[in-house]
């Protein structure tokens, strides 16, 4: 059986006094006076009036679908343990999204907690297992830093947990022997649970609105802070920072690394670093998403112009971009096909490249050569993490067809390295993408990012009223 095992040993300088190792760390007394002095004197916690949280309901709903298709067979699903991040920190918990998705519980819920569903005749008995909180009185209040209140602040126990979620709760301590190894294949379950994500429930759809929304005002606040972005010497991570504490203000934080690239930085798709300088005349690639206290998140790209006027030829490259964006989205409706969307943005970006006469031609039609410049895929589905469902079968995925209630991006993009010997001298170093999160709807789809503006003319009018 798996156990926590707190590392009180190098927590704020508890060492044994007998360890020979870190002697400039100074021990906690450890007799009967100082244990009843600690132990006693403390006010009562005020009652804390639980509510059944939003997503129970919900989560109740997927619980019963993944038992249905794992009749008799035992499904465990951990939380996760906290990562170390060096010596005795750790990183801030994050829940596995597997976990998160079946109990509804975000945040950083719960170190350590096990969800396991236990095979009946009619099904299966879950039992949410949590550490339970170390309270005044108790000797772990302040001497165990996993669950002590000292350490941590005030957790829900495990009546609380009960309340919250609508599942039943035990100490982790009681966690059956041997239930860790599990008897179901964990890559079974995985799989299984990226396809039941794949169609949003209603909570799930309101929670990337929630998500959208914030990231479009975080956007906003970004961009605000071009000035200072322009005078700064890592101008990048000035933009990077705003959008970052403004998802930390408003959300659990973001939903994946923001990508703040200025100039040739725009041409990495993943360029994480920013800490490149903001130039005007040049571009601002800002690809980023809040992720809120559920854990769901938004994915959203826009390519800037820093100066505030897009150039003749970085309008004509965003064009081109923008109309692949807008044909994919005219296409999206149930019953196509997901990777159909990817195939409509990429026949406008060869058709467009090859009337600029940049694409040259293949000797095998198969070659594609125009993709040398948007060699990413146009769309990746997206919820509880930022490429949902990425454990599914292809088949159900790349191949699979839409249905209402599906959520997933829309991001075409053309990228000139400054390196790039066979571009056009003019369009080396210029790099746009342009990302939406689109709603399959009944009959269409619905653009839940289409408040932030997209036609270059908007950008350019939005990014004035800013300040720009």
Same mark, same amino acid.
């Not at 993943?270 to 809040?290: C, K, P, Q």
């Given at each position: 059986?798996?156990?926590?095992?707190?590392?009180?040993?190098?927590?704020?300088?508890?060492?044994?006094?007998?360890?020979?190792?870190?002697?400039?760390?100074?021990?906690?007394?450890?007799?009967?006076?100082?244990?009843?002095?600690?132990?006693?004197?403390?006010?009562?916690?005020?009652?804390?009036?639980?509510?059944?949280? #939003?997503?129970?309901?919900?989560?109740?709903?997927?619980?019963?679908?993944?038992?249905?298709?794992?009749?008799?067979?035992?499904?465990?699903?951990?939380?996760?343990?906290?990562?170390?991040?060096?010596?005795?920190?750790?990183?801030?918990?994050?829940?596995?999204?597997?976990?998160?998705?079946?109990?509804?519980?975000?945040?950083?819920?719960?170190?350590?907690?096990?969800?396991?569903?236990?095979?009946?005749?009619?099904?299966?008995?879950?039992?949410?297992?949590?550490?339970?909180?170390?309270?005044?009185?108790?000797?772990?209040?302040?001497?165990?830093?996993?669950?002590?209140?000292?350490?941590?602040?005030?957790?829900?126990?495990?009546?609380?947990?009960?309340?919250?979620?609508?599942?039943?709760?035990?100490?982790?301590?009681?966690?059956?022997?041997?239930?860790?190894?599990?008897?179901?294949?964990?890559?079974?379950?995985?799989?299984?649970?990226?396809?039941?994500?794949?169609?949003?429930?209603?909570?799930?759809?309101?929670?990337?609105?929630?998500?959208?929304?914030?990231?479009?005002?975080?956007?906003? #606040?970004?961009?605000?802070?071009?000035?200072? #972005?322009?005078?700064?010497?890592?101008?990048?991570?000035?933009?990077?920072?705003?959008?970052?504490?403004?998802?930390?203000?408003?959300?659990?934080?973001?939903?994946?690394?923001?990508?703040?690239?200025?100039?040739?930085?725009?041409?990495?798709?993943?360029?994480?670093?920013?800490?490149?300088?903001?130039?005007?005349?040049?571009?601002?690639?800002?690809?980023?998403?809040?992720?809120?206290?559920?854990?769901?998140?938004?994915?959203?790209?826009?390519?800037?112009?820093?100066?505030?006027?897009?150039?003749?030829?970085?309008?004509?490259?965003?064009?081109?971009?923008?109309?692949?964006?807008?044909?994919?989205?005219?296409?999206?409706?149930?019953?196509?096909?997901?990777?159909?969307?990817?195939?409509?943005?990429?026949?406008?970006?060869?058709?467009?490249?090859?009337?600029?006469?940049?694409?040259?031609?293949?000797?095998?039609?198969?070659?594609?050569?125009?993709?040398?410049?948007?060699?990413?895929?146009?769309?990746?589905?997206?919820?509880?993490?930022?490429?949902?469902?990425?454990?599914?079968?292809?088949?159900?995925?790349?191949?699979?067809?839409?249905?209402?209630?599906?959520?997933?991006?829309?991001?075409?993009?053309?990228?000139?390295?400054?390196?790039?010997?066979?571009?056009?001298?003019?369009?080396?170093?210029?790099?746009?993408?342009?990302?939406?999160?689109?709603?399959?709807?009944?009959?269409?789809?619905?653009?839940?990012?289409?408040?932030?503006?997209?036609?270059?003319?908007?950008?350019?009018?939005?990014?004035?009223?800013?300040?720009?």
């Amino acid at each position: 059986m798996r156990r926590i095992v707190p590392r009180a040993a190098w927590d704020h300088g508890e060492v044994n006094d007998k360890d020979e190792t870190n002697k400039a760390r100074t021990g906690r007394p450890t007799t009967q006076e100082f244990k009843d002095f600690m132990g006693s004197h403390w006010a009562a916690h005020e009652d804390v009036a639980v509510t059944r949280i #939003a997503a129970a309901p919900y989560a109740a709903e997927r619980r019963a679908r993944l038992s249905a298709l794992f009749p008799g067979e035992r499904i465990v699903v951990p939380a996760g343990e906290l990562k170390t991040r060096s010596n005795d920190t750790d990183y801030r918990f994050r829940p596995s999204s597997d976990f998160a998705y079946l109990t509804g519980l975000g945040l950083d819920h719960e170190p350590g907690a096990v969800l396991v569903f236990e095979p009946v005749a009619d099904g299966h008995d879950v039992t949410l297992y949590l550490l339970p909180p170390a309270q005044p009185g108790d000797e772990g209040f302040y001497s165990d830093p996993a669950a002590g209140e000292f350490w941590i602040g005030r957790r829900p126990g495990l009546e609380e947990f009960a309340a919250m979620t609508g599942i039943a709760t035990a100490a982790l301590a009681d966690l059956p022997e041997g239930t860790l190894e599990g008897e179901q294949p964990a890559e079974a379950v995985r799989v299984a649970l990226a396809e039941l994500r794949f169609v949003k429930d209603e909570y799930e759809i309101q929670q990337l609105r929630d998500a959208v929304d914030a990231t479009i005002a975080g956007f906003e #606040a970004a961009i605000a802070q071009l000035p200072r #972005a322009v005078a700064h010497k890592r101008g990048e991570r000035v933009i990077e920072a705003s959008f970052d504490g403004h998802a930390r203000e408003e959300g659990n934080g973001t939903g994946y690394e923001t990508i703040a690239a200025a100039g040739p930085h725009a041409t990495t798709l993943h360029w994480i670093s920013n800490t490149g300088e903001v130039r005007e005349g040049d571009l601002l690639l800002l690809d980023a998403g809040v992720e809120v206290e559920s854990l769901y998140t938004a994915d959203v790209t826009r390519t800037f112009p820093i100066s505030g006027e897009y150039t003749a030829t970085q309008r004509r490259v965003y064009e081109i971009v923008r109309e692949a964006a807008d044909v994919a989205f005219a296409l999206v409706k149930p019953g196509i096909k997901f990777l159909d969307i990817h195939f409509a943005a990429v026949d406008v970006i060869e058709k467009r490249l090859t009337e600029w006469g940049i694409a040259p031609e293949s000797v095998d039609p198969e070659s594609k050569l125009f993709r040398r410049w948007m060699v990413h895929g146009t769309s990746h589905h997206l919820g509880i993490d930022v490429h949902d469902c990425a454990e599914a079968k292809r088949d159900l995925y790349m191949e699979g067809v839409l249905e209402p209630g599906m959520v997933f991006t829309i991001e075409p993009g053309l990228y000139f390295q400054e390196g790039d010997l066979v571009a056009p001298e003019e369009l080396r170093g210029i790099g746009v993408r342009i990302e939406d999160d689109i709603l399959v709807t009944a009959d269409g789809a619905e653009n839940l990012s289409a408040a932030l503006p997209r036609h270059p003319d908007e950008v350019e009018a939005w990014m004035k009223r800013l300040g720009r």
